[in-house]
Structure formats: C-alpha cells, structure tokens
C-alpha cells in the first residue's frame, strides 16, 4: 500500500504543477442501467449523491467534480444553467415535467479527496425503454471509461452499444467490468465475455469484476481508476514537457539577442523555469513506481467463482382454486377405461371403439407452456425448482442452445433428437447491412474438419438465389475460408502467417453481399434421424447431456425431451427456450418457431434490470403470437426473477412500472394475467415462501380455463352420448338406420365436392409455377423475390406449397373420419405429402427443370391422389351400407338389465364429472405435493 501511496501522491504533485482544474482526467461509467454504475458513484464517493434505483434512475449525464462547497447545477438545451435542490434531482427520471425534458447534464460539486485526481461521469443505462439513443457527448469527451456489465456477461444490445463506443472513442480507453449483484456467481459468464469482446474489439479484452456492495472490492475498483487517471495525467503532462523543452532554445535564442541586460536576465529567466519545470517534471515521471500490473493483479484475485449448488430435492405445494387438470383427467381416463372393458358392453363394438379412441385422444391432449425471455434471466433454474432439483444446467452465461421440453414421466430420462438436416445460414441482415453468422460457420468448419464428426455428413449443399448446388467438403472449406475474409476487418497475413479474417469480422452492406457469389446458406444432410436416451439419475449422461446441449452438437439437436415425475408436468408440457437477446442470433428463430403453438406464455424478467429495449422487442414477439390466436386472455405471465434481490418497496415499484408500460400503453389489448415476482434460486433451495406455488396454481387455473375445461366436458359427453345410444340403439327403429346411412351418403359428397373444389385451386397453382425458383418455393414455402429502388435486395416472402395443399386436403378428411370412424379402426386415405416433397426434390436436383414438364408430374400425381382418396370414400360408403341393411334385417330388441345397469352407472359418473368441470367448487385449495420423484 506505501507503494500505491507514493505513486499517487507523485501523480498529484504533477496534476498540481502542470495541470488545471478543467483538465483533470474525466472517468465515465457507460452500460446497460442497474448495473451498478451509480451505485459504484456513491460508494466511491463515499454519500448518497447520485439517484439508486430499481427502475433507471440517471436519466442524464450526471458529472462530479470537486468544490469546497456542495451544490447541483443542471445545464438546459436553451444553454442556461439552473441551480437543483437535492429533492429535485432525485425526481428528475420519475416526472415527465417540462424540465425534466430539458436537462441535458447535470453537474454535482462536492469536496472529496477523489475528485482532486479526477472528475466522474455517471451516465444513463443506453437500453432502458424510455431512455434516448445514441451516445452521451459526455462519453466522447471522457479520457477513460469504465463499461460495466451485468452479471450473465454481454448481450445483444451490449454489442451494439461497444461497436459505437469503439467508434466513438476506441478500445483503449475503455476497460470492462462485471458487476456480480445478483448472489451466486460462478464465472462462466467471464469466459464468456471475453470471447464476444473479443469479436466486438477485434483484440483480447481484459474483463475484471468487482461487486459494488463489496467494500474491498469497491476500494480495489477505485485504485483501478485512479491509476488509468494517473496514466492520463502522465501522457498529458509528458505532452507539455515535450512542448516546453522544445520552446526553451527559442527563448535562449531571444535572451541572447537582447541589448540591455535586464532584458537579457528577464528572458533567460524564462527559459531557465521552463527547463527547472521539464527536468523536474521528468524526473517525477522517471521515479515513478511500477504499479498498474499489481493494480491489475489485485482487482482480479479478490472475486472467485462461488460453487455450484449442492444436489437437493425440494417438495413445494401447487396452490390454486380451479379443479386440477391431471386430476380430472385421469377420473376421465379410468371411467373411459373401465366402460371399454366391461364384459356386458362387448358386443358394442363402436361404442367401445369410440371408449377407446377418446381415451387415446385425452392422452394426446397436451398443453403447452412456453418460457420466452432475455438470456440468464433464470429461465432454466425456475425450471429447476419446477422439478424440485437442479437438472437442467444453468449458468450466468447462456446455455441453453435449443429448445428443452419437460414433459411428465415415471422415469427421469432425457431423449436427445437430432436432425438429420441442418440449414447453417452465412449471414443475418440488419439495417440492410449484411453480419457473419460466427457461432454457426465455426461449428460448420468443426463438423468438417474433425474426421469422425465428417464421416457422418452424407451430402452438403450450397443455397444462392434459391439455387441449390452439391459441393464437397473440401470445396465448403475453402468457400468458409474466403466468406470470412468477404467480412474481414484485417484481410492481411501477419509475418507469422496468421489470418486475423478467422475471428475479427466486420458489417459490409447487403447489396455487396448479394451481388457477389458468396452462398447465402449451407445445407447438410445426414443419413438418418439420430437420438440417444439418457438416464438422468446417472452422474455421466447428466454431464453427457450438457455438453451435448452447450457445444457444437448443439446446432444439429432439434430438441431435448426431459421426462421427469415433477406433479405440473402432469398438467403441460413446458418448453425452455433460448435467451431471445443473446449474441447468438439463431436463439431468435429457435423460440420464435414455438410460439403460435403455446397455451400459455412465461415471459421472464431480470429485476435488477427491469424491461430494456431487447425486453420489449422480446415482449413484442410474444404479443404477436398472442394475437395470432383466438382467445389470447390471461395467457401471458410476467415473472421478474431474483426478487429476492428486492425489498418490499422495490417490489411495489417494479410491479407499477411493468404495468404502465407494459398494460396501459396497449390500451387493455395486453393484459397480464398478474405481474409475479419470484426468485428461481429460493424456490429450488425451499426458501421462497410459497411464491413459486401460487403461480403454479395460477397457471394450471389458466390452463384449465382456456381449454382443459371444454375439451374435457366435450369428451364426456361424447362418451355419454355413445353410451345412452346402446339403450336406444336397442329400442330404436328401422327407419333411424335408413336416415343415418342416407347422412353418411350427404358427408361423403359433401367431402368430395370439397376435395374436387380444393384441387381444382391447386392445380391452377400449379399451373402458374414456370421457374425453378417457383418451384423452390412450392417445396420449401417461401421465395425470394428482388426489392429496393435497383432490385438489388432480396426478400423472402410467403409462397403457396406442397404442405398447404396437403394440409387443406387432409383437414376435410380427417373431419370425415372423426365424425364418422372416431375409434380409428378405418383409415381414410389422405393426400401423401411426403410423396410430394420426393418429387419435389428430384425435380430441384435436375439442374435442366423443365418447368412444363415438372407441372405435369405434379399434376399427375394429384389425379393419382384423387383417384385413391375417391376409390377409399366409394369403398367406405358401400361398406356403410351393408351394416345398415344387417341391422334392418336384426331388428330391434329389448336391452338386458346388465346393459342397462352398466350403462347407467358409467353414465352417472360421467354426469358427476361434467358437473364437476362446469360448476367448480373450491377445486384443489389444498394442493398437492410436486417436486422430484
């Protein structure tokens, strides 16, 4: 420490001697808000001077500089200086007043030791939602500045924010700091934000980390700001030295010309103080004790990563007033069950066809519930804690790669399906300006370039203008190799043979790219569909499964299947999706993909970085898959995790932010069902107070209300309806035969005027296709076409295809047979996409599509389809037919007092069940016990 207190005191005699108070260094504290960087201000300073928050609390620069007296001006966009009250400083993020609106800096004075070696800069958050863009003047201007970061290390705005300050005021002004505010730190989020920075600064970065609630930490922070002032102190005064001894023989040059000796002494005196100053100067400087090293040192040897957490099982309770829906439904399935296989019931063999189908059906019933968020907003460990035990792998870093799904099972298994065809995209767009797509070219190379990893590829394509072509993977290599120097800040070799374009990669404008010969994507097949099955109670597939989940693997999953005997996961499903804000962009179409298929929606929230510009454009996302359904009420929760972060005046705050600007800014079209404030941590480790178990309960009530209620009631009475049909059935008379056939005869025209009607369209459709790239898009769905002002642009666009003619096709069929074949023992033929999508294919492998020959084939294969779909109805029809004419001929007969006995018990509990769903009465107050089985 005498070491320190020497070089900095030196450093003070030179400020003293050669500098003034204007240029003192200016350190400026840039990044995401509630990251800590005023909180840091106030524990440097040592008092409460800049406003602490929650919600974004600077909402203009706000500079610190030394006086004797304390005192708060603030300067206006009319260029007039404004004296502040302390009460009104405060309240200048929270009121939308007009001077609010007008303060452009605020300057604080205050006396601290601190200030004499240098001013501070507190900045406002850059990605809160009502913050402005671009960069505070105050940042350009700064000699240093302190980035400091969230916990999970750097997103998506980050990058964007560093690539402006680089440009702004370069790389070496500036050094990155982790702030670990949320607890347990386990230092992968370090590793990881060296390697993002490092692509941002195109250079290895040094990322420290502190902890501004940590007063060894906090002093450790502010030798490292006072030694990067030092440094600028140094540099500027060696700056003037070097101006003034170059003054000094113009001065002894002037002294010698003079007549008089007073002029004589007057002018040498000047030159002889001005060469005192340089040889005092820089002797100062040439004493000065090598410090910044052991600075360095000792602000990284003070934060360690914590250790994992201890296995644990945790049992909490689901609360909630609404009947449970895997309750319900398995009373459903046992009643279903045991009319199925009542001996007195067996002659009915459709009713029991149909007992058995709809038993099928509720076993297919499932609910999906998707959690969409930011990365490392604790996604996965409130997953965790649903299961009652740390399963899945959660990280400060992003880790989850793909989508998860848990799904209720006896066993804890993992099933791991991969795709036996990956499209790896060159480049994503963004302000028509084309970016690399890094993270998936680098596992393209490694998959190419390891021998056992290339042994499994069976085919690689290259995509350009929608043309497809077959290349090696050799010639893929070398195709990488110059697509990264196409993006390449530094295409050079280095004396050594590096190649920086490996790494370093910049923006270049889209029409650039698209005018150029570079692949717009890579196609790789493999020759079959793998998956593997992991048992997670077994230490080494849980570790195989995290690497297959976090490395290169990665890319080629299509899903993860966690089965696990977790009590909600009776209820529905649950997908974890990747972070929507991470660096890698791939995350964005992963989730986005599984949206307009959820029941309910968690989007997450970090509290101590509450709703940013990427929150809203994640919360815009959802919202539009909200609105692409029918009933999209109550079905979106908001959960702020780490609340236990929060005190309960923080708590009230954030739940008041969220809703003006989140509810009242939609005018009631996005109303949260609640606004839930949990800690994912706490509730894993059985400390959060049951907050975990009130929003389970809310959530199954929100399920059972949206649609478990309905489906379950529309099951039992179909049931019920079968079943009072076999007392009838048996009493009913022969006409009723004659007017079901003649109903059967009306649908089935009815479906094949329908299918005729449908087909006619499509063949049309298909008639219009004349190039390959309309063929392209008849198979894959969408098509590029040219757009902007030279048509240089491509856009991909929506196209008719081969799905949706099968799918309009099929629907009408499957209606049919649901009405009419509902236990499934019949299968009607349905158009055959699959035999579509090979002809397809073939057809794009030929390199000389001939268009009207390709139409033809098509059309072909639809009368061939039709053709088979018509014998299968006429068949059917016939079939029909004869039973009606059998049961004419039996007749009917009185029902024996078994028959009726049976029916009428299994009738009656179904009647007590569907009074049950439709007339709750207090459901599932108590709870039952979920958690690890």
């Known amino acids: 420490m005498s070491k320190f207190k020497d070089y900095f005191s030196r450093v003070d005699r030179l400020t003293s001697m050669y500098l003034s108070t204007g240029e003192l260094p200016v350190v400026a504290l840039a990044g995401p808000y509630n990251t800590g960087k005023s909180t840091m201000v106030n524990s440097l300073l040592g008092q409460q001077v800049s406003p602490v928050d929650v919600l974004p609390a600077t909402s203009v620069p706000v500079i610190f500089s030394r006086d004797e007296l304390f005192s708060i001006t603030a300067r206006l966009a009319d260029g007039r200086i404004k004296v502040l009250s302390s009460t009104e400083f405060e309240s200048l993020p929270k009121v939308k007043e007009a001077l609010a609106r007008r303060v452009l800096e605020v300057e604080v004075s205050l006396n601290h030791e601190l200030l004499r070696r240098m001013r501070l800069v507190d900045t406002p958050g850059f990605d809160a939602a009502t913050g402005t863009d671009g960069l505070p003047d105050q940042l350009a201007k700064a000699d240093h500045i302190v980035y400091m970061l969230h916990q999970r290390g750097p997103g998506e705005a980050d990058r964007k924010f560093i690539g402006q300050l680089l440009e702004s005021a370069g790389v070496e002004k500036l050094s990155f700091w982790i702030n670990r505010n949320l607890g347990h730190y386990d230092g992968t989020s370090l590793t990881e934000s060296r390697r993002v920075l490092r692509e941002i600064c195109a250079r290895e970065i040094q990322v420290h980390v502190t902890d501004t609630m940590n007063p060894e930490a906090v002093r450790r922070f502010r030798l490292f700001i006072q030694d990067r002032a030092a440094d600028v102190v140094i540099k500027s005064v060696t700056r003037q030295l070097k101006e003034l001894d170059r003054q000094i023989p113009g001065l002894t040059s002037a002294s010698l010309q003079e007549n008089n000796d007073t002029s004589f002494l007057l002018h040498f005196w000047d030159a002889s103080q001005a060469a005192s100053k340089v040889i005092q100067g820089r002797n100062i400087i040439k004493?000065?004790?090598?410090?910044?090293?052991?600075?360095?040192?000792?602000?990284?040897?003070?934060?360690?990563?914590?250790?994992?957490?201890?296995?644990?099982?945790?049992?909490?309770?689901?609360?909630?007033?609404?009947?449970?829906?895997?309750?319900?439904?398995?009373?459903?399935?046992?009643?279903?069950?045991?009319?199925?296989?009542?001996?007195?019931?067996?002659?009915?063999?459709?009713?029991?066809?149909?007992?058995?189908?709809?038993?099928?059906?509720?076993?297919?019933?499932?609910?999906?519930?998707?959690?969409?968020?930011?990365?490392?907003?604790?996604?996965?460990?409130?997953?965790?804690?649903?299961?009652?035990?740390?399963?899945?792998?959660?990280?400060?870093?992003?880790?989850?790669?793909?989508?998860?799904?848990?799904?209720?099972?006896?066993?804890?298994?993992?099933?791991?399906?991969?795709?036996?065809?990956?499209?790896?995209?060159?480049?994503?767009?963004?302000?028509?300006?084309a970016i690399i797509c890094r993270h998936e070219l680098e596992v393209l190379e490694r998959w190419l370039t390891s021998p056992k990893l290339r042994s499994g590829i069976s085919a690689l394509e290259k995509v350009k203008k929608g043309r497809n072509a077959r290349i090696s993977p050799d010639e893929l290599c070398l195709e990488i190799e110059t697509l990264k120097e196409t993006f390449a800040r530094v295409r050079h070799r280095s004396k050594k043979g590096r190649r920086p374009w490996k790494s370093l990669f910049k923006r270049i404008p889209l029409s650039s790219f698209n005018g150029s010969e570079r692949a717009d994507y890579y196609v790789v097949h493999f020759p079959h569909q793998e998956s593997i099955e992991l048992d997670l109670t077994n230490e080494t597939d849980i570790k195989t499964l995290e690497q297959t989940a976090g490395s290169y693997h990665a890319l080629r999953v299509e899903e993860i299947v966690i089965s696990h005997p977790a009590d909600i996961l009776r209820t529905a499903d649950f997908l974890d999706t990747p972070g929507l804000d991470s660096v890698y962009?791939?995350?964005?179409?992963?989730?986005?993909?599984?949206?307009?298929?959820?029941?309910?929606?968690?989007?997450?929230?970090?509290?101590?970085?509450?709703?940013?510009?990427?929150?809203?454009?994640?919360y815009n996302i959802i919202s539009g898959a909200l609105s692409r359904v029918g009933n999209s009420t109550g079905k979106l929760f908001v959960i702020v995790n780490f609340a236990d972060t929060l005190n309960e005046r923080e708590k009230e705050r954030v739940r008041n932010y969220l809703h003006a600007?989140?509810?009242?800014?939609?005018?009631?079209?996005?109303?949260?069902?609640?606004?839930?404030?949990?800690?994912?941590?706490?509730?894993?480790?059985?400390?959060?107070?049951?907050?975990?178990?009130?929003?389970?309960?809310?959530?199954?009530?929100?399920?059972?209300?949206?649609?478990?209620?309905?489906?379950?009631a529309g099951i039992i009475r179909r049931a019920g309806t079968a079943l009072a049909g076999l007392l009838e059935e048996k009493t009913s008379s022969i006409p009723s035969y004659t007017e079901q056939n003649e109903q059967f005869r009306q649908d089935q025209e009815q479906v094949l005027q329908t299918t005729a009607k449908v087909l006619a369209d499509w063949q049309n459709k298909i008639e219009s296709l004349d190039s390959p790239a309309d063929f392209l898009g008849f198979r894959d769905g969408k098509k590029l076409v040219r757009k902007g002002f030279l048509g240089l642009a491509r856009k991909a666009v929506p196209y008719p295809s081969y799905r949706d003619l099968a799918t309009e096709i099929n629907t009408t069929l499957k209606s049919f047979q649901s009405k009419w074949y509902p236990g499934a023992d019949i299968t009607i033929s349905k158009l055959n996409a699959e035999v579509l999508k090979d002809i397809l294919d073939r057809m794009l492998e030929d390199k000389t599509l001939n268009p009207g020959e390709a139409r033809s084939n098509l059309l072909t294969l639809l009368d061939e389809e039709t053709l088979n779909i018509r014998e299968t109805l006429q068949q059917l029809a016939q079939k029909h037919e004869k039973e009606a004419q059998a049961a004419i001929k039996k007749g009917a007969t009185n029902p024996s007092k078994s028959l009726i006995a049976a029916v009428t018990q299994y009738t009656r509990e179904l009647e007590n069940l569907e009074s049950e769903i439709t007339t709750p009465t207090g459901g599932n107050a108590n709870g039952k016990c979920q958690g690890a089985g």
């Open 287 to 433: 004493t000065l004790p090598l410090v910044s090293k052991q600075i360095g040192a000792s602000v990284d040897e003070l934060i360690r990563p914590a250790k994992g957490l201890p296995h644990m099982s945790v049992v909490s309770l689901t609360r909630g007033t609404a009947p449970d829906p895997a309750l319900v439904k398995g009373r459903i399935k046992s009643v279903l069950t045991r009319a199925a296989d009542d001996p007195v019931l067996q002659s009915a063999h459709e009713t029991m066809a149909l007992m058995r189908a709809l038993t099928r059906e509720l076993d297919r019933e499932q609910y999906l519930v998707t959690a969409a968020g930011g990365f490392s907003t604790g996604k996965t460990t409130f997953f965790n804690a649903l299961l009652g035990e740390a399963l899945l792998p959660a990280e400060n870093r992003p880790t989850t790669f793909t989508v998860t799904r848990l799904r209720y099972g006896d066993r804890k298994k993992a099933m791991v399906r991969f795709a036996n065809q990956v499209t790896i995209p060159t480049h994503y767009v963004e302000k028509k300006q």
């Open 661 to 712: 600007n989140l509810v009242r800014p939609s005018r009631g079209t996005r109303n949260p069902v609640k606004i839930y404030l949990v800690s994912a941590l706490d509730a894993l480790t059985g400390k959060d107070g049951h907050a975990l178990s009130h929003l389970t309960g809310d959530l199954k009530e929100r399920i059972w209300l949206s649609r478990c209620a309905d489906n379950y």
């Open 585 to 618: 962009h791939r995350h964005r179409e992963i989730t986005t993909r599984y949206l307009p298929d959820s029941d309910c929606f968690l989007f997450f929230l970090n509290s101590k970085h509450i709703l940013t510009r990427p929150d809203l454009s994640t």
